[in-house]
């Protein structure tokens, strides 16, 4: 009977030590605000981006930092009529997306730092400006950095409250 106890208290302090762990390696394999303020400094430079929802056209997309290295700047379908701007930067441990929209709105969102990982940036919304509630809008974005270079940005956007369209492009750095 001794030996089923310490058999049974043995294998209950196993799964006690895996279960920490566990819980070691996901604390370990979180991304903080400053880690992904970094992997998107890395993607400084030309991209283009070719889009499903628009029957795969392609548009030229600019990545840069600026303001000293406090700022990364994205500039989606540059040089047309729907350009349109994000800019990315931390606020203390936090790490915030503001997209300029030709929709002539402002969304702003956070990383969401308990889903973000080193290949996946999610970002919710928080609020923005020129932005009634019911008012079409950016709501939220996600970015995931591929093993082959390239990126998805898929972005989610809302009218009267509830969601609506989803936009994917997939970027890949320009020859040149």
């Known amino acids: 009977m001794r030996r089923v106890r310490s058999l049974t208290s043995l294998f209950a302090l196993t799964v006690l030590a895996a279960a ?3 819980t070691a390696g996901e604390k370990a394999a979180a991304l903080d605000a400053q880690a992904a303020f970094d992997e998107l400094k890395a993607l400084e430079g030309s991209w283009v981006a070719s889009a499903e929802f628009a029957g795969d056209q392609t ?3 600019e990545i840069r930092v600026s303001a000293a290295g406090t700022v990364v700047m994205e500039t989606m379908m540059a040089g047309t009529d729907h350009e349109m ?3 990315y930067h931390l606020d203390g441990d936090d790490l915030v997306l503001t997209h300029y929209c030709a929709g002539g709105n402002q969304p ?3 990383l969401d730092l308990a889903k ?3 290949n996946e940036l999610p970002f919710v919304f928080t609020g ?3 932005l009634p509630a ?3 809008h950016i709501h939220d974005a996600v ?3 591929r093993d082959d270079g390239t990126v998805l940005s898929h972005w989610t956007s809302y009218a009267g409250g509830e969601k609506g369209e989803e936009l994917v492009f997939t970027l890949r750095r320009a020859e040149g």
């Open 108 to 110: 702003t969102m956070r």
């Open 128 to 130: 923005g400006t020129n």
């Open 85 to 87: 701007i994000n800019m």
């Open 116 to 118: 973000a990982t080193a």
């Open 134 to 136: 019911t008012d079409p």
């Open 143 to 145: 970015l995931t950095l």
């Open 20 to 22: 920490g762990l566990a």
């Open 59 to 61: 548009a030229d997309h």
